[in-house]
RNA sequence: GGUCUGUUGGUGAAGCGGUUAACACAUUGCCCUCUCAAGGCAACAUUCACGGGUUCAAAUCCCGUACAGAUCACCA
């Protein structure tokens, strides 16, 4: 029996050959330089910060170059596919504004190089595979998980390399016909590569982050589709896939490095073409004393979920992957404050060569900055766009107060240096509850800091709320301050006050603290002529009254 | 065990044979100041994992050692 027989035997139904996909899936006609690249996970997973670098990396190459982004869905294995992770996925790139230009979602494509769900391309997969049975490049293995195991135990215990190569390769050279009757016979195969490769040659490949490397070449015949449900395993996809789709750059993570020799040697026996590999260093984290690869069970910052619950602004989360990845984005950004992310010139080289540690601090104050850029009635709809989402009560406050959140959030914003005490939506609230009049119900703990005498709070208050006129400017107010300060025994004036602290019954940042607190409650708050204003008269007056009340 | 990669401060890092070893985050201190936030200033690696070599000169080049990570599935 002929190779081309064995073929057949195994994919009756196959007609098309590699040379008809060839003719479907032509070249991109694209400008000179333009990369194509594609994000491609597995949806066996919800999507982790290790996938969004990923991504980002791919559509700023694809953007910068003026060249296509592709998502392709990897789910080639279905036993371990996660429920939800392939929605999950649409949302997060819809979600931060990394739209891929071709993709196949809900029965809906985009695109000419599809389809772009593996599961669905079986049929190009075994024409690829019939096609190397027939040029005696693959083979059917009858090895059973048992064998296998055995092979492995073995070759662990006598310190051998590991794997289905040389004489553990036992079905490689049997002839067609036994192929032919096992098979017949029923029996369970998996179709593995005939590798041609000599361990104990070389060759030169090179990685665009981590410069030429020098690698052994592959002899292992992997396999090349599964006996299960006939998908093809990563490998065989990958290779087939990226060559129709005309990938020019696969940026995928440095886990990946170690079967570069088995990609090489897949895509010379099709005589194609290899793309450039981007290879990306782990995402870390620290534990305690040691560093490990990022979790998904133990740190709930490695999923995507966490950033999106924590309210962080989506172009924050973004500059925090990109300064991960690209040592020198940060010195880009300041000096392109404006720019969309995506018009940073990416280097692979600038890429760090050893993991890094997701700086949570780091995403804070890029967050920070962020967020004191915006206009207090954008970051309101930001705010109240997450809230609706992840915090129905503040949801309801923030909208029945919307005049008041604007103008509170305003204060001290739009100057040269804005106030930067927010790193993410979620942290407002707890900053802010005390301009809401609802939240005063619940129980109040007063934070004075010196004085704490009753009736002097309330008289200093009473005296401070007669003075107040609502149409004073702040250096009017301030100055009513002031002289009521002075008269009523304490210092005005904070160095007059330092050189003889003993003379007076406090300063001024005392005599200010008492209208802070009854007003707030608490002593570290905003602009206090900006809150007043705010609150108006009438509120003031209740908060007061509220004071006497619940203070002992 | 084989194969590959890496090792500059608490973190991310710049550096590519001659620099006071950039910058950013964090931390600490001071200043400013009605609190807070912000801002300003300053401190923080006598040294680039270790050992050897090349050189007038090494964090930078070479060799070795140690340590760390990745990988060696019909998982991606």
Known sequence: MTNKELADLIFPN???????????YPKRDLMEGAKVVRFAPSPTGFMHIGNMMSATINYVLAKSSGGVFFLRNEDTDQARSVEGAVEFIHHVLNYYGIYPDEYEYNGKTVGNYGPYIQSERIEIYHAFIKYLIS?????????????????????????????????????????????????????????????????????????????????????????????????????????????????????????????????YELFNAFGYKMPKYIHTSLILKKDGDTIRKISKRKDPEALMFYYE????????????????ANSNFEEWRTNNPDKPFYEFPFSPKKMSSSGALFDLDKLDNISKNYISKMSASKLYEEYLTWAKKYDE????????????????????????KPRKDYENYS??????????????????????TKIINK?????IMQACLDQYDSNDVEEVWFSKIKELCDQMGYQSNMKVYKENPDQYKGSIADFTTVIRVVLTTSNMTPNLYDIMKILGRKRMIERLN???EKYN
């Open 14 to 24: 196959i007609t098309k050959t590699p040379e008809d996909y060839e003719a479907m």
């Open 135 to 263: 040029i005696g490049r693959a083979y059917p293995c009858f090895l059973t998980s048992d064998e296998l195991n055995e092979i492995r135990e073995y070759q662990a215990k006598s310190k051998k390399r590991i794997g289905i190569y040389g004489r553990y390769a036992k079905f490689r050279d049997i002839s067609n016909d036994e192929a032919a009757r096992r098979i017949k016979n029923g029996e369970k195969y998996v179709i593995r590569f005939r590798s041609k490769g000599d361990f104990n040659r070389k060759f030169i490949f090179e990685d665009l982050t981590k410069g030429k490397i020098e690698m052994p070449e592959n002899d292992i015949d992997v396999p090349i589709m599964k006996s299960e449900n006939l998908l093809p395993t990563y490998h065989f996809a990958h290779v087939v896939d990226d060559h129709l789709m005309r990938t020019t750059h696969v940026v995928r993570g440095e886990e990946w490095m170690s079967s570069v020799p088995l990609h």
């Open 309 to 324: 619950e924590k309210g962080y602004p989506t172009l924050a989360v973004i500059d925090a992957v990109l300064t991960i």
């Open 393 to 416: 009560h503040v949801y309801e406050l923030i909208s029945k107060y919307k005049e008041d959140t604007i103008n509170f959030l305003n204060i001290e914003r739009e100057t040269k």
């Open 427 to 448: 942290s407002i609230f707890p900053k802010t509850w005390y301009m809401y009049d609802e939240e005063w119900n619940k129980t109040i703990s007063y934070e004075f």
């Open 455 to 459: 009736d002097e709070i309330k008289s």
């Open 546 to 548: 509220i004071f006497i």
